[in-house]
C-alpha cells in the first residue's frame, strides 16, 4: 500500500509574506491576531482583554482551500 502522509509532506510548501498583525500589548500573553481576521480598527486582545499593537511579521501565506 503506498503511503499518503509521504504525498502530502511534499504539497505542504512555505511561502512566507510579510503580514499585518496585531500583537497583545501585554508583555506575558501571546496573543496575537492577523490584521486580515481583526474586524475592529483597535482590536482587544481575545485572552487578557489588554490593547494590540499593530506590527509587521513574516507568516506562512494563507492558501485558501476547501476546508470544512
Ligand atoms: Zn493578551
Known amino acids: 500500500m503506498a503511503s499518503f502522509y509521504r504525498s502530502k509532506q511534499n504539497a505542504e510548501a512555505v511561502n512566507l509574506i510579510d503580514t499585518q498583525i496585531w500583537i497583545c500589548s501585554n508583555q506575558s500573553c501571546k ?17 487578557c482583554q489588554s490593547s494590540m499593537i499593530n506590527q509587521t511579521k513574516a507568516l506562512p501565506q494563507i492558501v485558501k482551500a476547501n476546508v470544512y
Open 31 to 47: 496573543c496575537w491576531l492577523r490584521d486580515e481576521y481583526s474586524f475592529s480598527q483597535k482590536p482587544i486582545c481575545p485572552m
